[in-house]
């Protein structure tokens, strides 16, 4: 259970396919409201109609959303606010895992994913927090990534950056709104099995969906300031991650 005020109405970004779905659907079953956005709308109805189905009760509300259309995430940020009457959580979980060995010629692939997990990230922030200030509250989730704790190697090097970036934003955000009714939480996802990973074989500590979903749901109603995903193995492979020589943390990308 939350040691926090009920956070009733939660936006979930990136919420058609992967972790956003999962969160959405663990969401749910906890008996919360629910704004669910992303650029698939097709998915979105399908999993509003599952969640109706299973949940009469909740309030479940979808719209399109490109992340990288800037003006279009504070108008469907607000548009929810204003449906909802207020939003008490919003989780920035859109994100891309493209990428390659900078150097290779995919200059547009490493682009897209910064993009993607950086500056549209910024845009999440800026818009919850402009309604989170305007209520004096609200939870602000940023989903980083366990690959943040260092630079990474081939295909992870741009995509480990972005989530180290979005980290340091969260944090900058929080030691801003020290004092205030505002909470800020970081979370690392290790390895947890989604779309942005299923040709991904042979991952050592990779959990299913539904297990991770489950997880992070926890994890977030905790409200900490940070949290990795699972606990175990990843806290104290965090702290290995952050100390052993690069050489070392290389051979784990």
Same mark, same amino acid.
Request: hydrophobic content about 45%; glycine content about 8%; overall charge positive.
């Given at each position: ?7 009733? *109405?939660? /936006?979930? *970004? ?5 972790? +956003? ?9 906890? +008996?919360?409201? /629910? ?5 698939? *709308? ?25 992340? =990288? ?15 909802? +009457? ?11 895992? &493209? ?40 939870? =602000? ?16 090097? *741009?995509? $480990? $950056?972005? &989530?180290? +970036?979005?980290?340091? =934003?969260?944090?900058?955000?929080? $030691? ?24 991904? &074989? ?43 020589? /690069?050489?070392?943390?290389? &051979?784990?990308?």
């Amino acid at each position: 259970m939350s040691r926090h005020p009920t956070r009733q *109405t939660i /936006l979930i *970004t990136g919420a058609s396919s992967g972790l +956003g779905r999962g969160m959405a659907r663990e969401f749910a079953a906890r +008996g919360h409201d /629910l704004a669910l956005c992303a650029r698939r *709308t097709e998915r979105l109805d399908e999993l509003k109609a599952e969640l109706t189905a299973r949940h009469p009760k909740l309030r479940i509300a979808v719209r399109a959303l490109d992340v =990288l259309d800037y003006g279009q995430v504070f108008e469907v940020f607000r548009s929810f606010r204003d449906e909802f +009457g207020r939003l008490d959580r919003i989780i920035v979980n859109a994100g891309l895992g &493209k990428g390659q060995p900078l150097g290779t010629g995919y200059f547009h692939a490493n682009r897209k994913t910064a993009e993607t997990n950086f500056v549209a990230a910024l845009a999440q922030c800026e818009a919850a927090l402009e309604i989170f200030r305007a209520q004096n509250a609200g939870h =602000l989730v940023v989903i980083s990534s366990m690959s943040a704790m260092r630079g990474m190697p081939r295909n992870l090097t *741009t995509y $480990a $950056a972005t &989530k180290a +970036g979005v980290a340091a =934003l969260a944090e900058g955000i929080r $030691a801003d709104l020290i004092g205030k009714p505002i909470r800020v939480s970081t979370i690392y996802p290790g390895y947890i099995r989604s779309e942005i990973n299923e040709k991904v &074989k042979k991952t050592p500590f990779m959990i299913d969906t539904e297990t991770g979903c489950r997880l992070l749901a926890d994890a977030i109603d905790r409200e900490p300031q940070s949290a990795c995903v699972p606990r175990w193995p990843w806290m104290p492979l965090g702290f290995a991650m952050r100390h052993l020589p /690069l050489a070392l943390v290389a &051979k784990m990308g």
